[in-house]
């Protein structure tokens, strides 16, 4: 069902029960999956896709040319994915040519409101931004992270998997995955043990991973390398502490949030 106020391009590809309430405008290159719900006043432009049974709230602006002086009109743009929820005042940016040219949201999101999703950021699954969060451009934000209220995260970030983001937190270096961070600017302020039971992660696994990870960033015996490469070569066979390790070893813009 399309509200007769709304204008959709002719060349927009739009799936099976969409629902597409007043004041929507589509652009020419917008494909909205099966099943996604627009309520009203919703501005979609350039190359975007959407998944299926994503619901967008009003006075969202999805696939606007990104706020980089450096943009020059080049052919870039959004995917989204399926189930998620887009609240009011979300903005989502295309991406750039110096950075892959796709800004990228994962399954099972939801942006509260006022979130900034900006140029070329890879955002996986199940990832959770609460009211007014914002992203620099080219941050990478792995599965099931939770970034709190109010917090920014500095260009070219990553921030791992299962991490959480306190309120108003300001993030200028990247986040190690199950950690949980908050301050301006951000320090590390332990594991995100409350995300860990959500993943119903084993009590056993858990308790191996606090050993590590205040090993790791607690200790003070030897240098931040060095206990890094001495737990790598201890060869864990638990899954949350081969994530962490991969993501210390591999390259990064960034350095890391320490406590």
């Known amino acids: 069902m399309i509200h007769k106020t709304s204008i959709i391009n002719k060349n927009t590809k739009i799936g099976s029960n969409v629902e597409i309430g007043p004041f929507c405008t589509l652009g ?12 009203s006043h919703i501005n979609i432009q350039g190359d975007v896709e959407i998944g299926r049974n994503t619901e967008i709230f009003p006075f969202v602006s999805i696939g606007s040319i990104p706020q980089d002086l450096k943009y020059r009109g080049e052919k870039t743009k959004v995917i989204i ?7 009011e005042y979300v903005t989502v940016n295309i991406g750039t040519e110096g950075g892959g040219k796709l800004t990228s949201l994962g399954d099972n999101c939801l942006l509260m409101v006022g979130t900034h999703i900006a140029h070329d950021c890879i955002v996986g699954n199940n990832v959770i931004f609460a009211n007014h969060s914002t992203l620099a451009g080219h941050v990478v934000i792995h599965d099931n992270v939770v970034v709190g209220a109010l917090s920014a995260i500095h260009q070219f970030s990553r921030i791992g998997e299962g991490a959480m983001i306190g309120g108003m937190s300001g993030v200028t270096a990247d986040v190690v995955p199950f950690a949980t961070v908050i301050g301006n600017r951000a320090k590390l302020s332990g594991l995100n043990i409350l995300g860990l039971k959500r993943r119903l992660t084993k009590k056993s696994e858990m308790s191996e991973l606090r ?4 090993y790791i960033f607690y200790d003070k015996k030897n240098t931040f390398k060095l206990r890094i490469n001495e737990v790598k070569n201890k060869k864990y066979k638990e899954k949350t502490i081969k994530v962490l390790l991969d993501f210390l070893s591999s390259d990064s813009e960034r350095s890391f949030v320490l406590p």
Do not use: A, M, P, T
């Open 81 to 87: 994915g399926s189930n998620c929820k887009i609240r």
């Open 211 to 214: 050993k590590v990870f205040k």
């Open 28 to 39: 020419d290159n917008v494909q909205l999956g099966e099943g996604c719900k627009l309520h």
